[in-house]
């Protein structure tokens, strides 16, 4: 915006009534663009919007001649506002006034760039290839452009033959390069050059500029439909701040703003736009923050729709969040029924998965580390068993890692397209903070899983153990097991294996140590399954296939017992496998 028509802007709102206290002043700067500075010390700032200027969901409703049960009444505004700016040359009336004129200044104050990554080039998006938002970038684009396609379909006001092209990029979107795409819809988007205002680039420009600048329409009016949305001018200049403390709230009408506080001299005016990740600060409004202590990565888990179903029914402690569930953007509110509660789960809401945003907040970890416990619990267990919990950490743990090391920071090469120096420092902002919060989660994991084995290691058989107080099963009973091998050397494969052949020894000898009597009762008190597990005949076939004294059904007992009552503890370098007592 430039210094011009940020006067224009100012002029035309104190025209039609906003008032701005005089020690505010709106200026320009390099940095951060417009700010808005206290010129001295004002206690309480507020500024106040008329709602002859508010751009809400009447305008659009009236231009369109939509009536009341209308569905996405927040679509039909992205096409007015795209009507507003892009067909400056034909009149747009509503109840006899010419909106579009109406709204010049602000319209021309508008950003004349855009930085959500929706838009980027593909050597700029390139530097998020490897982030959950780089990943979703499509799926975005594929649920606007489903969202323009049903509204320009839905009247015959559209020419559909004008936007031919775009209703043929909806339904080839899957297999256009990133370079078509930008070639073909992006990039009219980005220097706003659509063909004509009811193109798919228009209204994607208008998607934008409502995600970044749109304010929920209840701080105005309460009976307003769900989610409906209204952009405030002069106000949508206020830059974030998650730490500055605002209310917003109506008066006969009007939108009003007030900054709780002392502002001093040459301090910033800033809005709040609540504690948000940058990962939404990005995909919405194109800025990231250093540090931001709101920051998050998204994990997303798949499972059987049986699963949540009985998740739902028989563990309601279990935390099974929606995307609802997270701030988002104004227009991207809880769904409440009419009394305002939050509406019941039901099996329908995880169909896409269930996502979890862990934070540097280790109690971020818990809702998934609950999740992780219970997919690893058997029927017996319960959430509390600590072999489950450890079982769960190791499975939560791996998650983490895996995506870990797929979050990376691609190398700066020579590209066919010219990258933003700002879209850069955003894009690796954003990259380096993903990898910070998921090597402190792991961090979190592994110390807490070594916290867990201090206070639990009496509970607790490993090999080392074995090999320390039972030193008959490596001397005697192992090669006795195993002397009819024709002196062929038998290789043990893991832990895991030697404890399955531990298991079958001691109760054939009854020959357990003292302190690992209670290995013995619990293997006494296991249900014997009728199924022979394909890992009961591999194990059987490798160990014992030239012998006739262990059977199948032995083997596959010692196996179940163990995977039921142990957890395999991987490291870098080895893999454990670790008995737990009940």
Not at 15 to 41: A, H, N, Q, R, W
Not at 420 to 447: E, F, W
Request: charged letters at 25%; glycine letters at 4%; aromatic letters at 10%.
């Amino acid at each position: 915006m430039s210094s011009e028509a940020l006067e224009a802007l100012l002029q035309w709102g104190t025209s039609s009534g906003v008032i701005i206290p005089e020690e505010l002043k709106f200026v320009y700067t390099d940095v951060k663009g417009i700010i808005c500075l206290c010129e001295k010390d004002v206690d309480n700032p507020s500024i106040k919007i008329p709602p002859e200027i508010v751009i809400s969901r009447s305008l659009p409703m009236k231009f369109f001649r939509l009536d009341r049960s209308t569905e996405n009444i927040n679509g039909w505004l992205k096409l007015f506002l795209a009507k507003l700016k892009f067909d400056r040359d034909n009149d747009t009336i509503v109840d006899d006034v010419h909106v579009n004129k109406k709204f010049k200044p602000y319209l021309d104050a508008l950003p004349s760039r855009l930085n959500s990554p929706l838009i980027w080039n593909p050597s700029e998006l390139k530097r998020l290839s490897s982030t959950n938002l780089g990943n979703s970038i499509r799926e975005k684009l594929a649920n606007i452009i489903k969202e323009w396609l049903d509204l320009v379909t839905s009247s015959n006001i559209f020419d559909l033959k004008k936007v031919g092209d775009d209703v043929k990029i909806f339904h080839i979107l899957d297999e256009l390069t990133d370079e078509a795409l930008y070639e073909q819809i992006l990039k009219r988007t980005e220097l706003q050059t659509p063909v004509i205002w009811y193109s798919f680039s228009a209204f994607l420009w208008s998607h934008l500029i409502l995600t970044s600048r749109a304010f929920p329409e209840y701080v105005l009016n309460k009976n307003c439909p769900e989610n409906s949305i209204v952009l405030l001018p002069i106000i949508d200049l206020l830059n974030h701040d998650y730490r500055s403390k605002v209310k917003w709230y109506p008066e006969d009408g009007w939108f009003c703003y007030e900054k709780i506080g002392t502002v001093t001299h040459s301090q910033e005016l800033s809005n709040n736009y609540g504690g948000k990740g940058n990962e939404e600060l990005l995909s919405g409004y194109g800025f990231v923050l250093e540090d931001n202590i709101f920051d998050s990565v998204a994990l997303k888990t798949k499972l059987p729709l049986d699963v949540i179903s009985s998740i739902l029914k028989m563990e309601p402690a279990l935390k099974l969040p929606l995307l609802s569930d997270y701030t988002t953007f104004a227009f991207e509110n809880k769904v409440f029924n009419q009394k305002g509660k939050e509406h019941a789960r039901n099996v329908a809401d995880y169909v896409d998965g269930v996502t979890y945003f862990i934070t540097n907040n280790e109690q971020s970890l818990e809702p998934l580390l609950d999740l992780f416990t219970y997919l690893s619990k058997t029927e017996e267990e319960s959430l509390h068993d600590i072999r489950a919990r450890f079982e769960g950490i190791q499975m939560l743990r791996n998650a983490l890692q895996s995506k870990l090391k797929g979050v990376i920071q691609p190398p700066v090469t020579d590209e066919p397209y010219l990258i933003d120096p700002y879209r850069r420092y955003c894009a690796d902002i954003y990259t380096k903070s993903q990898r910070q919060i998921l090597k402190g989660a792991v961090t979190s994991l592994k110390k807490l899983e070594k916290t867990m084995l201090s206070e639990n290691k009496h509970r607790l058989v490993t090999m080392n153990k074995i090999l320390k107080s039972d030193s008959a099963f490596i001397d005697t009973e192992l090669p006795s097991l195993f002397n009819n091998e024709d002196d062929e050397e038998v290789v043990f494969e893991s832990t895991y294996d030697l404890l399955v052949l531990w298991i079958l020894l001691k109760v054939r000898t009854n020959s357990f140590p003292t302190k690992y009597n209670w290995v013995g009762q619990q293997y006494v008190n296991f249900k014997k399954t009728p199924y022979i597990s394909d890992d009961s005949r591999a194990f059987h076939t490798q160990y014992f296939e030239k012998q006739d004294d262990v059977d199948l059904e032995q083997v596959n007992h010692a196996i179940q017992f163990v995977v039921a009552n142990s957890f395999t503890r991987v490291s870098t370098t080895s893999a454990e496998t670790i008995i737990v007592r009940k």
